[in-house]
């Protein structure tokens, strides 16, 4: 329970700190006979505040009660 515990809590952490999760995708732009080019775009998936802190409460919760035992 403290491993799980502590990961959630990690995770929390890492949530509030960068705010969203960001990747980069290759999508094609010109494709002319054997000619092509391609592109590279970043895009992000936005996580809500209230989502890290969430996870961070109850990561704390966790190690409380697993504390006690």
């Known amino acids: 329970m403290l491993v799980?515990?502590?990961i959630l809590s990690?995770?929390?952490v890492v949530s509030l700190a960068y705010q969203?999760?960001?990747y980069t995708t290759r999508?094609?732009?010109l494709e002319v006979?054997?000619?092509k080019a391609t592109?590279?775009?970043e895009k992000t998936i936005p996580l809500p505040p209230i989502l890290g802190g969430l996870?961070?409460?109850g990561g704390v919760v966790l190690l409380v009660?697993?504390?006690r035992r």
């Open 4 to 6: 799980v515990a502590i």
């Open 10 to 12: 990690a995770s929390g």
């Open 20 to 22: 969203g999760i960001t």
């Open 27 to 29: 999508e094609k732009v």
């Open 33 to 35: 006979g054997p000619i």
């Open 39 to 41: 592109a590279e775009k």
């Open 55 to 57: 996870a961070l409460a």
């Open 65 to 67: 009660v697993g504390a």
